[in-house]
């Protein structure tokens, strides 16, 4: 199921999402050249989102030596950083089709700066979640799944009648429908499942294995849905 737009009336051009849908893609882009070098591993090494680096230097600069405190800062970067990198062709697809598909009328209604920092606060917390979860993990985490996942729990809050226009297609013939907004919050979770299609070669052991760490996106859909339910009250 690809959804292609909502039937919701934008009012603002949505620079942030044009900008953020770039910025993913590049990036993309630049993470094949380095796979075309052989140095794409040591970059996500260095600049993924992986918990036992973070919690190893926590605990050096809390225990051990507390100049290690620097080398955490520089670690905590790995959590904005990691949110414009991707795994595979599937998942930079996948992100940034709901990116365009619901991105578009949540900045609408929330403007541009607020909407960028709640797409980077959101996945920022994804991210210290997943590192709680699993604080030993050594594979490196990637992806905008976090915020989208939170983009996603918003819209469905703010806009529970919408209607996204799909499409299903079946081998040789597309066939056009109307979906609820909320049958994406199920479908989200479903299509994670095909992120390891045209997986880049990320030595030594990939990124985004299915651990609990992976799936602690879900507190990102929470976190999106949460702050929209606490906005329409007050």
């Avoid at 051009?13 to 993470?31: D, R, S």
């Avoid at 050249?33 to 992986?50: P, S, T, W």
Wanted: proline share 6%; hydrophobic share 55%; net charge positive.
């Amino acid at each position: 199921m690809i959804p292609i737009s909502d039937n919701l009336r934008t009012y603002k051009q949505p620079f942030v999402n044009y900008w953020l849908i770039g910025i993913n893609i590049l990036m993309f882009f630049w993470e094949i050249k380095l796979e075309i070098g052989g140095e794409l591993g040591a970059f996500i090494q260095n600049c993924g989102l992986v918990p036992g680096q973070i919690t190893t230097a926590l605990n050096n600069a809390i225990f051990v030596n507390p100049a290690a405190w620097v080398v955490v800062v520089g670690s905590l970067f790995s959590l904005i950083f990691a949110i414009f990198l991707h795994g595979s062709f599937s998942q930079i697809l996948g992100n940034m089709l709901f990116l365009w598909v619901f991105g578009k009328s949540l900045e609408n209604i929330l403007g541009h700066g607020r909407y960028l920092a709640f797409y980077l606060i959101t996945g920022i917390l994804t991210g210290l979640a997943q590192i709680l979860v699993e604080p030993s993990l050594t594979v490196p985490l990637i992806g905008a799944n976090g915020a989208i996942a939170a983009i996603l729990g918003a819209y469905v809050i703010r806009f529970p009648k919408a209607k996204i226009d799909s499409v299903l297609p079946l081998i040789f013939v597309y066939i056009p429908m109307q979906l609820p907004a909320y049958f994406y919050l199920f479908w989200w979770f479903i299509q994670q499942l095909f992120y390891g299609i045209g997986s880049l070669n990320i030595p030594p052991s990939g990124v985004n294995q299915p651990t609990l760490a992976y799936w602690m996106q879900l507190a990102g859909m929470i976190l999106g849905a949460a702050y929209m339910r606490l906005r329409k009250l007050y």
